[in-house]
């Protein structure tokens, strides 16, 4: 299992081969269209992530001490986005989250990229993320 900056690593190294935003784009988009979509029973109102211009649901579970997110998006850059951070950060314990510094966002030059609502949704989705992983370890304590 590869760590979270090795992932991160991975997706610098990936973008890296484009200079055109017009690419990375689409890499963002095709990666969004890979993804598994959402099974209906989870587009819930409390898998809403608040804070997104479009709405992105976020689903997480805890399978043998790891955490394991799902997402879907009705747009296609986000759900591109979602499914960067579902790569890095899904399939890691709590703690390993919670201590991740997400560097790879700033790296491939997304935040500059975004408009600042889209922006202001990445950050809503890091910290749902975390939020769960919080919640996740508080369980495991008791």
């Not at 690593?9 to 269209?33: A, P, T």
């Not at 989870?42 to 809403?48: C, D, S, V």
Request: with cysteine; glycine share 4%.
């Amino acid at each position: 299992m590869k760590t979270i900056n090795e992932l991160q690593n991975e997706v610098i190294e990936e973008f890296s081969d484009f200079n055109d935003w017009m690419d990375k784009y689409q890499l963002l988009i095709d990666l969004g269209n890979e993804q598994e979509p959402l099974a209906p029973e989870y587009k819930t109102e409390q898998n809403l992530i608040d804070g997104c211009q479009s709405r992105v649901w976020l689903q997480a579970d805890m399978e043998d001490g790891k955490v394991v997110f799902q997402a879907e998006s009705d747009a296609l850059i986000v759900k591109g986005i979602i499914a960067l951070l579902i790569k890095v950060v899904s399939g890691h314990t709590p703690d390993e989250i919670l201590s991740s510094d997400l560097y790879f966002i700033e790296k491939i030059g997304l935040k500059e990229h975004l408009s600042p609502t889209r922006s202001n949704g990445l950050l809503a989705m890091v910290k749902q993320m975390r939020m769960y992983a919080l919640a996740f370890k508080a369980k495991m304590a008791n």
